[in-house]
């Protein structure tokens, strides 16, 4: 299974460098998964994981899995609802003091997510 991950996070691209990176903040994360979610991709986790006040995180790390034959409904809400939950006012937190705990944060949360697919799936993210 092929799977991709995408990301502005200098930290997880330091940890996998076959990772995709998005030059932007969260929202340009979302954009450009939500793309692959229109072409037939499949989300292997949502986009916003971990709490609610995680949001304002300018780190963001989003795991898609292969080629559909049609637009999976679970990832296309997840990944519309996200951005709409971004667009509603959530502003990132830019404060240089925080970036280095955002970025581990976020780290943290996807090293979470690709253990979860390899225990679900017994294989790793990246290939």
Same mark, same amino acid.
């Given at each position: 299974? $092929?799977?991709?991950?995408? #990301? ?6 330091? $940890?996998?460098?076959?990772? #995709?990176?998005?030059? !932007?903040? $969260?929202?340009?994360? *979302? ?16 986009? *916003? ?11 963001? #790390?989003?795991?898609? !899995? ?9 990832? *296309? ?11 509603? !006012? ?38």
């Amino acid at each position: 299974m $092929s799977r991709f991950v995408l #990301t502005n996070n200098p930290k997880v691209l330091a $940890s996998y460098p076959a990772a #995709t990176w998005i030059d !932007g903040d $969260s929202r340009a994360v *979302l954009l450009e998964c939500r793309g692959m979610v229109h072409a037939f991709h499949l989300l292997l986790a949502h986009p *916003l994981m971990g709490d609610i006040r995680l949001i304002r995180n300018p780190y963001r #790390t989003v795991i898609v !899995g292969e080629k559909r034959c049609e637009v999976d409904l679970l990832s *296309l809400t997840w990944i519309e609802e996200s951005i709409d939950l971004l667009r509603r !006012g959530f502003r990132e937190d830019q404060r240089v003091e925080h970036k280095g705990d955002y970025q581990i944060i976020d780290f943290d949360l996807f090293q979470t997510a690709v253990k979860q697919q390899h225990h679900t799936t017994g294989q790793g993210v990246i290939r």
